[in-house]
């Protein structure tokens, strides 16, 4: 099974229409970020959470929000969807220690591409 | 955390030794340069990370500048399998710090 796990891996949504990307992980890591991608750009950062209580914004949160339901899940919504959120979607996870050159980097999911129709 | 500049594109021949360079001209003392790829669309892949001194793994070297100010990433024996988009990140020290991904380069492997 993957480490970072991403649900649905495709999705086709109406405009206005609320939709709920999930992330799990068995990693045990703490932190947890959402990014998305669009075509032939790098990823930016919507929302991260470096613990259970602690949700952070990223550079692009307008119009998602997410839930950190326990250490292993992190979902990200879209209270209403607009064409301009069709993209692809990655989670990705930490280590608490990452930062201090101790581990790896971040783990990501396989992606979730959302299109908005 | 510093910004970085790198091709948006390369090509190398299969066998043959891809070096992918990447300035960081603003890069501070306290920041690592991270190298990640992305294999069509899946999700980025950690490939290595340094802070001064040049390093090794089984994937790739890192070669770091006596300044710091850029850095190659040496995929020795470049494959089919080793076309994907590469990305160079700086990353400052400390707990609170994330991963910020530019465009990358796309460096393609052909026969």
């Known amino acids: 099974d993957a480490d970072v796990t991403q649900t649905p891996r495709n999705r086709i949504t109406k405009t206005g229409k609320r939709i709920m990307l999930e992330c799990s992980q068995t990693?045990?890591?703490?932190?947890m970020y959402w990014y998305r991608q669009d075509p032939g750009l790098g990823l930016r950062l919507i929302y991260y959470s470096f613990d259970v209580k602690d949700i952070n914004k990223g550079e692009i949160s307008d119009g998602y929000s997410v839930s950190r339901q326990a250490q292993a899940k992190f979902s990200l919504s879209l209270e209403s969807a607009i064409p301009n959120q069709t993209a692809l979607y990655f989670c990705?996870?930490?280590?608490?220690?990452f930062g201090q050159g101790v581990n790896y980097g971040y783990t990501f999911g396989s992606g979730t591409r959302l299109t908005v129709v | 955390d510093a910004k970085t500049t790198q091709p948006p594109s390369m090509d190398c021949a299969e066998g043959r030794a891809a070096n992918l360079p990447c300035n960081h001209s603003t890069i501070s003392g306290n920041e690592y340069v991270y190298w990640y790829r992305q294999i069509h669309s899946q999700g980025p892949q950690y490939i290595i990370h340094g802070l001064k001194n040049n390093e090794t793994n089984e994937m790739a070297s890192l070669i770091i500048t006596e300044d710091r100010k850029s850095s190659t990433l040496i995929l020795p024996h470049a494959t089919l399998r080793d076309t994907a988009v590469y990305y160079c990140i700086v990353r400052r020290t400390g707990t609170a710090s994330k991963l910020t991904f530019g465009t990358g380069t796309r460096l393609q492997v052909t026969l």
């Open positions: 990693k045990g890591h703490d932190r």
């Open positions: 990705a996870t930490s280590d608490r220690k």
